[in-house]
């Protein structure tokens, strides 16, 4: 059966309202951006997203924060984006902040089957609470869950109709992690190729990971903070 899909519209549609997503990206680099842009535009809704952060206002996750389709965010960085703030602050969505080293250890541990942790991150804060906790050394740990979802929306720089993946520097970020912890892996590419094009000795992503691949267009490729020498 082949992996590959027509186009963003047609991988969203797989996706029924309530699913649990993880969103690579790492600020406004390396996101799916056709995948989240077909995901507004189809309407689904009273989703939870887990993703480092949460767009900017009108560009990534954050279109789909201003259209209400999102009911849960688990992020660890969400600074930039004035309706998630607005959101949070009044209750009207639902927000569970992570350490992000936490943050990538669970998606991690989710994809390597692994049943939990414990880190040091976090104890005797608000993080803690409701968790088991214990003396490591003479030192305190916190016990973490991993983090799985329904779907994992993925960006590559390159990818073959197999699904091995290839990324490209920063780009890559929290997207391999993310990869190895759903249940069905989509990840869009900005190069569609053969099998055999890539060379194994580079590829991050076996296919074995990745349920559904398509060919992105149109990347905005946006600078978070232009900032320029007086």
Known sequence: MSKVLASAAEAVALVPDGATIMMGGFGVCGLPENLIDALHDRGTRDLTIISNNAGLDGFGIGRMLITRQVRKMISSYVGENKEFERQFLSGELDVELVP???FAERIRAAGAGIGGFFTPTGYGTLVAEGKETRIIDG????L?????????????????RQGNLVYRKTARNFN???ATAARVTIAEVEHLVEPGEIDPDHVVTPGIFV?????GEKYERRIEKRTTRP
């Open 100 to 102: 992000q080293g936490t």
């Open 139 to 142: 030192k305190p740990y916190v």
């Open 144 to 160: 973490e869950s991993p983090l799985h979802a329904d779907f994992a929306f993925v960006r590559a720089w390159k990818g073959d």
């Open 211 to 215: 349920r559904h691949i398509l060919k």
């Open 176 to 178: 391999p992690v993310m």
